[in-house]
């Protein structure tokens, strides 16, 4: 692996200095322009290729690169219908508001999705509801976004002596200052080299800077994953070979085991999470970290995952036989197991719907959950404030049209691409289930391995590091461009001068940053169910209030405040429900309904109820945002 | 009673509506047919032979890819043809912009 290694190292140094003089590049074009224009919005001045590729970039988050890897792997081309909505996503989130919203922003000279709405109902109170729903959801989004960030680049890292050094120094400095000490030092290091990255060219360069590398980083994805795409058919014979071999798979055991020597040992012994264990005829992976403890001769109970497809068996026995597979000799007692709730023992699950689960007996994906999965992929998207402020950076109508071409067509090509891709892993890298996160940059590296071309890990690894830095920039531009304009330029200083506005917006821009590092210094347990919440949350509150903002001229401030408090309600009543039913910080799927929906439905039904009872809305609004007040009287 | 004057609907505003409607009627299209196609046929029986085309389940391929890449045309054909261009305002620098509400807000 060091030369992989080195390669990744060298992939990310060079990465790293591309976005610095991307961001240098448009420092110096941002230029003599309107700073807060340029910063926050890049002077609505984005082409197709730019405004495509930071809208396809920043949707991709590093979810695509992590997490959908892993739930292929663990559940198989059921994740096809499960992703089937991202067809009609391009369309949906960009032609849906695009236009319109884009009209009004320019009409009205708003730079961010709170003002958008403060301005369309000349309302302060619309303005503050939408910043502070929109400050408070973000901040979770983003602290997942530098974890992901920090983790991706520690494996990336990992086996690197340079990197390893690194990592001592690092624990040596941090061992006694408080909070910083609980971080693991690999990952502490990562986090901050991540965030140091992203925080100096998002200040330096502004949107600007976040689009263009959202560009390079959109590019560095689509060439990763179609040399994976190429490399994992090549190595599994094709298509219908990996489809047949996946037909005959039989979802793996989840247990416990105990690990025994014949003699004792005379020094502590460990091995490493993800060693195989041969016994009997059976093959099992280590889940843990394991110690025969000095004197002892054998472990207490470790997390193990014990293969059940016999060619999965048959092909690990004979790489030990070869020697391209170390055997540790180890005895194992088996002390639990844990089959799949829905899948267990059987052939076909991976090419068949549900798909495979180990906690839920309906299997992975009830047809109930695609269909709420259709509606909440594109919807959701759509809702997305980050998705929306990118839709106020096109220059016309024209670049608008294309660029849903230019993200449909790259859509195709990536997300059909990674379904078959880790089908293929599937089949080509067992056992994986220990560490499902870690199935992409794994595959990547036995992919270049068994290629004889390791130094080609790097840019592959490239991709899902890309990912997650071109949802951060964006985020953190977000949240910064709320507080800066929509708080203080609308509540504290309307009149500040172009200097302070300045200090201020780099200011914010650095702290937020590092807020955001101190808060995912140690994570919270449940990071991924705080993306999920987040994701939600702003759809449930920005959805609705947008969509009868821009097309219902009785729409009006207080529906608007009504509908964001009715969506974020929601959603906070049904994450409250889900954690005292389930125990989960997740959100209850009410009669097996997504809870998405419900959220839309209670913002909708808030919105029409105070519409209903409230005033008519401002006839001058009307006519400014409805009508062409530019025409004639005649 | 004297109706009072209301210039001509936005054409923007006119035209966007238009195109948002016909947006969910091609989504709803796809949410049928990728849906629809999958419940009927993507739950396969332990007895069910796989059958596949193109190396994918055939489940997959029509319930998925084919649905995928009339999405992509259909996506095209509209945003090419059917969203309608305009000429959107101009917007001012957003500080002159914000000196200007101000300066409107302290004279009236």
Redesign the interface.
């Known amino acids: 692996m060091s030369e992989g290694s080195t390669a990744a190292l060298l992939t990310f140094a060079g990465y790293t200095l591309s976005v610095f003089v991307l961001a240098i590049l448009s420092n110096r074009v941002g230029k003599g322009?309107?700073?807060?224009?340029e910063y926050?919005l890049g002077s609505?001045s984005f082409g197709v290729w730019a405004f495509a590729l930071t809208f396809a970039a920043t949707n991709a988050s590093g979810g695509s690169f992590t997490g959908f890897p892993a739930l292929i792997y663990t559940h198989g081309?059921t994740l096809?219908?499960w992703i089937?909505?991202y067809?009609?996503m391009?369309?949906?989130s960009m032609?849906?508001i695009g236009?319109?919203m884009?009209?009004i922003?320019?009409?009205t000279?708003a730079?961010t999705i709170p003002e958008v709405l403060r301005a369309r109902f000349d309302s302060s109170a619309v303005g503050l509801v939408a910043t502070s729903l929109l400050i408070f959801f973000m901040f979770f989004y983003l602290l997942a976004q530098f974890k992901a960030g920090g983790i991706i680049l520690s494996t990336l890292f990992s086996d690197e002596p340079l990197f390893q050094s690194a990592v001592s120094f690092v624990r040596q400095t941090t061992m006694n200052i408080p909070w910083v000490n609980q971080a693991e030092p690999d990952y502490l290091l990562c986090l901050i080299l991540f965030a140091g990255a992203v925080i100096v060219y998002v200040v330096y360069g502004g949107f600007r800077a976040v689009v263009w590398t959202d560009v390079m980083q959109g590019i560095v994805m689509f060439i990763g994953v179609i040399l994976m795409l190429g490399m994992a058919l090549w190595q599994v014979g094709?298509?219908?070979?990996?489809?047949?071999k996946l037909?005959k798979m039989i979802p793996p055991e989840h247990g416990t085991a105990i690990l025994s020597t014949a003699s004792a040992s005379n020094v502590d012994q460990t091995y490493a999470k993800g060693t195989w264990l041969f016994d009997s005829g059976n093959v099992f992976r280590l889940g843990e970290l394991a110690t025969i403890s000095k004197g002892k001769s054998s472990t207490e109970p470790v997390k193990i995952l014990k293969i059940t497809t016999p060619f999965e068996i048959e092909e690990l026995n004979s790489k030990r036989e070869s020697g391209r597979i170390a055997d540790t000799g180890l005895r194992v007692k088996e002390t639990k197991r844990e089959a799949y709730e829905y899948g267990a023992g059987?052939?076909?699950t991976y090419?068949?719907?549900?798909g495979p689960d180990s906690a839920n007996e309906l299997g992975f994906l009830a047809?109930g959950t695609?269909?709420s999965f259709?509606?909440f992929w594109?919807f959701a998207a759509t809702g997305q404030p980050s998705n929306m402020v990118r839709l106020l950076s096109f220059k016309?109508?024209?670049t608008?049209?294309?660029s849903?071409?230019t993200v449909?067509?790259y859509y195709?090509i990536i997300y059909?691409a990674l379904i078959?891709i880790f089908c293929c892993a599937r089949v080509l890298m067992p056992g994986m289930e220990i560490a499902p996160d870690q199935t992409m940059p794994a595959f990547a590296a036995q992919l270049t391995q068994d290629a004889g071309i390791p130094w080609l890990a790097g840019l592959l690894v490239a991709a899902p590091f890309a990912a997650v830095m071109s949802s951060v920039d964006s985020f953190l531009l977000v949240v910064s461009s709320a507080v800066v304009?929509d708080i203080y330029?609308q509540h504290v200083d309307?009149?500040a001068p172009?200097k302070m506005?300045k200090i201020l917006s780099y200011s914010v821009t650095v702290i937020v940053g590092v807020l955001a590092v101190l808060c995912v210094l140690n994570p919270p347990q449940y990071l991924q169910d705080l993306i999920v919440f987040a994701t939600g949350g702003l759809a449930a509150c920005f959805l609705i209030p947008m969509l009868l903002s821009?097309?219902w001229p009785r729409m009006t401030a207080n529906a608007t405040i009504a509908a964001m408090l009715g969506g974020t309600g929601m959603h906070m009543g049904l994450t409250c429900w889900g954690y005292l039913a389930n125990k989960e910080f997740r959100a209850y799927s009410f009669l097996g309904v997504n809870p998405f929906i419900w959220d839309l439905v209670g913002s909708l039904a808030v919105a029409l109820i105070v519409i209903a009872i409230g005033p008519k809305p401002n006839?001058d609004l009307v006519?400014k945002?409805?009508?062409?007040?530019s025409?004639g009287?005649g | 009673m004297v109706q009072k004057y209301a210039p001509p609907v936005d054409p923007v505003f006119e035209s966007s509506l238009r195109e948002l409607k016909w947006i969910f009627v091609i989504w709803l299209v796809h949410f049928v047919w990728v849906v629809g196609y999958c419940y009927a046929f993507g739950y396969l029986t332990p007895e069910t032979a796989l059958t596949t085309v193109i190396g994918m389940p055939s489940w997959v391929f029509w319930g998925v890819f084919v649905p995928w890449i009339s999405a992509t045309v259909v996506s095209t054909w509209f945003a090419l043809t059917q969203i309608e261009d305009h000429d959107l305002p101009d917007a001012l620098p957003a500080t002159v912009a914000n000196k200007s509400d101000t300066q409107i807000g302290s004279g009236s």
């Open positions: 322009k309107d700073f807060v224009g926050f609505r081309w096809a219908l089937a909505a067809m009609v391009p369309l949906v032609a849906l236009k319109r884009n009209q922003a320019r009409k000279n730079l094709g298509l219908e070979a990996a489809t047949r037909e059987q052939t076909g090419v068949s719907n549900p047809v695609a269909i259709f509606i594109p016309d109508t024209r608008l049209r294309y849903i071409v449909a067509i195709s059909f078959i304009r330029q309307r009149q172009e506005i821009l097309y006839r006519l945002f409805f009508h062409d007040t025409a009287r």
